[in-house]
Every structure is written in C-alpha cells, then in structure tokens.
Nanobody, 115 residues
Framework: QGQLVESGGGRVQPGGSLRLTCAATGNIFSEYIMGWYRQAPGKQRELVASVTPRGIANFAAFVRGRFTSSRVNAENTMSLQMNNLGISDTATYYC?????????WGPGTLVTVSS
C-alpha cells in the first residue's frame, strides 16, 4: 500500500496565500478521486476539495472561490492553491481518497493563519 505525504504549509497573515502539495507513492492515486481534508484544533476532519482523475475539482462552500486544486497523475501529485486565507482556515491539511478516505493518513501539513 502506498503512502501520502503533504507539504507546503506554514504561517501566513490573513489575506495571504499558500500552495500545498500532496505526493503519493504506489499505485494509489491516478485512477481515484482524491480529496483535500483539514482538521482544525478541537474539530473533526472535514473535506475541503475533491479532484477527479481528469482534474475536475469541487470545493466545499467555505473555500469556494478562494481555493483551487489540480493534479498531475503521471507524477502522483496534487496541489491546493489557497488564496485570501482567513483565521478559520487554520488547520492541518491532508490528502486522501474522496469521498471516503480509505488510505492511511499522511502526516499532514500545518497551515496557521495569524496576524
């Protein structure tokens, strides 16, 4: 079974941008809908976006218009471009299959939005 590794998180001021990357190893990526999830402190993990194998992306209402996502199946990578970040976007971000996250979770990447 493959692995998922997320990267690109960091600290940013409100209104700022970050670009996250999900890298997958093994034959776990290209044929599946992949999703971005996040978990804020004290809250349940939630689905942020889903990207089909053809690259069609759907977003949760709370990020729609601010986040975009794309994937490169040949490289087993997926990105999440986050713009106009707000304090409520502070969370650890993960990737996994969508709508059911059936793979072992990666370490996630922490995004902190703070002034």
């Amino acid at each position: 079974q493959g692995q998922l590794v997320e990267s690109g998180g960091g600290r940013v001021q409100p209104g700022g941008s970050l670009r996250l990357t999900c890298a997958a190893t093994g034959n776990i990526f290209s044929e599946y809908i992949m999703g971005w999830y996040r978990q804020a402190p004290g809250k349940q993990r939630e689905l942020v976006a889903s990207v089909t194998p053809r690259g069609i992306a759907n977003f949760a209402a709370f990020v729609r218009g601010r986040f975009t996502s794309s994937r490169v199946n040949a490289e087993n990578t997926m990105s999440l471009q986050m713009n106009n970040l707000g304090i409520s976007d502070t969370a650890t971000y993960y990737c996994n299959r969508s709508p059911v996250p059936t793979l072992p979770w990666g370490p996630g990447t922490l995004v902190t939005v703070s002034s």
